[in-house]
T-cell receptor
Framework: EAQVTQNPRYLITVTGKKLTVTCSQN?????MSWYRQDPGLGLRQIYY???????DKGDVPEGYKVSRKEKRNFPLILESPSPNQTSLYFC??????????????FGPGTRLTVL | DQQVKQNSPSLSVQEGRISILNCDYT??????FLWYKKYPAEGPTFLIS?????DKNEDGRFTVFLNKSAKHLSLHIVPSQPGDSAVYFC??????????????FGTGTRLTIIP
């Protein structure tokens, strides 16, 4: 089954404790992206990757890191989480190189609470 | 600066009637528009899209209208069904200008279909 998986689905942590949210897709997609969803703000892009070893900042990258060592995986790293990073996080992937933006497939989300 | 705006946070519609969800944008570089649907505890899923060279796109019960001069698009669902109850996100892409898959999302509208 074609899908984007994220782990963990729920996480409660404390300020300053490094954490990683994993994202994996099995559709051989080039493009991957991380979003956060907050009330009244919709989905905002954190980082994206056009292909392996190619990453770039989105609209709200502060406090986050990413890496793309393999095509299927795109982990999101919070080196020193703070309470304002409490949010619902989504990973997404799509093909690229078509005649327009391709459909993005989203993971089920990770709800992160930073105390 | 919210470049994609959905001014109605919520909308309730009787089953069988038409649901109309609205979206406004400010960036004239946007040339491709999409609607995503989100159920609780799931990631958003693609619903329908429209290129700026068109003013209407239809897919079954779903039709998206684009008014470029007004920088406005709308999603019509007819007839509305209980399974349509979800949060709907409008998204925009400047694909032709920047050639990447970046989407800018609106804040979402929660649609409730009343049986």
């Amino acid at each position: 089954e074609a899908q984007v998986t994220q782990n963990p689905r729920y996480l409660i942590t404390v300020t300053g404790k490094k954490l990683t949210v994993t994202c994996s897709q099995n559709m051989n997609h080039e493009y991957m992206s991380w979003y956060r969803q907050d009330p009244g703000l919709g989905l905002r892009q954190i980082y994206y990757s056009m292909n392996v070893e190619v990453t770039d900042k989105g609209d709200v990258p502060e406090g986050y890191k990413v890496s793309r060592k393999e095509k299927r995986n795109f982990p999101l790293i919070l080196e020193s989480p703070s309470p304002n990073q409490t949010s619902l996080y989504f990973c997404a992937s799509s093909l690229s190189g078509g005649q327009g933006p391709d459909t993005q497939y989203f993971g089920p989300g990770t709800r992160l609470t930073v105390l | 600066d919210q470049q994609v705006k959905q001014n109605s946070p919520s909308l309730s519609v009787q089953e069988g009637r038409i649901s109309i969800l609205n979206c406004d944008y400010t960036n004239s570089m946007f040339d491709y528009f999409l609607w995503y649907k989100k159920y609780p505890a799931e990631g958003p899923t693609f619903l329908i899209s429209i290129s700026s060279i068109k003013d209407k796109n239809e897919d079954g019960r779903f039709t998206v209208f684009l008014n470029k001069s007004a920088k406005h698009l709308s999603l019509h669902i007819v007839p509305s069904q209980p399974g349509d109850s979800a949060v709907y996100f409008c998204a925009a892409s400047a694909w032709a200008n920047f050639g990447n898959e970046k989407l800018t999302f609106g804040t979402g509208t929660r649609l409730t279909i009343i049986p």
